[in-house]
């Protein structure tokens, strides 16, 4: 089985790269398409985690915050009662990057503990 998403390495990108294709894109939600992200306007990854209340909203906004520091690849994210939402994409290059598709992975393994019983 191919490694997960969620266990490989950030890669490093560099503003010479060109975003990813439609083809390409389209294969790489395929690794999250957990019904959590959706690409928009072949941009960006969006994707809508529900949780508890405000407290596991912040939380949980708290440990993406430090992931992305660790990787220094940063998402935006809104965060509300019960909801964070969050959009990726690679500001180098302004579009989609592979290390967005493994960010969203990463992210989608810290929701394992915030998801509502
Ligand atoms: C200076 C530049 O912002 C940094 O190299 C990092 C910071 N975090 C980043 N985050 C994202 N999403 N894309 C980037 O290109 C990026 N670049």
Redesign the pocket.
Known sequence: MSESFADRECEA?TSEEEPLTEDEYDEYVEQIDDGVWHIVDGHHLRGKYSVEDFRDALEFTYEIGEL?EEE????DIHLQWGEVTVE??????DGLHLT?FIMAARMDRIYEKYAPE
Request: glycine share 0%; with cysteine; net charge neutral.
């Open positions: 990108c992305a220094w690849h940063h998402p990726m994409w690679t500001h180098k290059i967005d």
